[in-house]
């Protein structure tokens, strides 16, 4: 915020102060923030689950595995990221657990699913930024 000034001159020469309200800022101007903050998300479901002590199965040990990878690279932009992701949520959410871990399993679940959705939300957008190029004559 701008602050307003504390004292006007009083002499020939005078000040005018225009403050103006601050843009909101689109999606599409917060990429980099909707990438970054879909790498947290993922980042503390990966760290969630690493902490629990239970014992996974072949497959979602692979698609953590994946999801790991993927958020050490910071790669949450491609296929292989939303889809170990999905099917590690699918299969957590499946997953016989006890009582006193419901609560952790839903934190999971959730920070996976915010993490899809800023993915694809990014996906979508930067999509949608080539289609538009394409259309206007930028075919590279």
């Not at 990429?31 to 690493?50: I, M, S, Y």
């Not at 959410?93 to 800023?118: K, N, S, T, W, Y």
Request: one cysteine or more.
């Amino acid at each position: 915020m701008i602050p307003a000034p504390t004292h006007f001159p009083n002499d020939s020469s005078h000040r005018v102060a225009l403050f103006l309200k601050p843009a909101e800022r689109d999606d599409f101007d917060r990429l980099e923030e909707l990438t970054a903050d879909g790498l947290q998300a993922a980042r503390k479901a990966v760290e969630d689950l690493t902490n629990l002590q239970i014992q996974f199965d072949r497959t979602a040990t692979a698609n953590l595995t994946e999801l790991q990878q993927a958020v050490e690279k910071r790669r949450l932009l491609n296929d292989r990221f939303v889809d170990a992701a999905n099917a590690l949520r699918t299969q957590l959410a499946g997953m016989e657990h006890p009582e006193d871990c419901a609560e952790v399993f839903d934190r999971i679940a959730q920070e996976l699913g915010q993490a899809i959705a800023l993915s694809n939300r990014v996906r979508d957008l930067l999509s949608a930024e080539r289609d538009v190029g394409w259309h206007r004559g930028i075919h590279d």
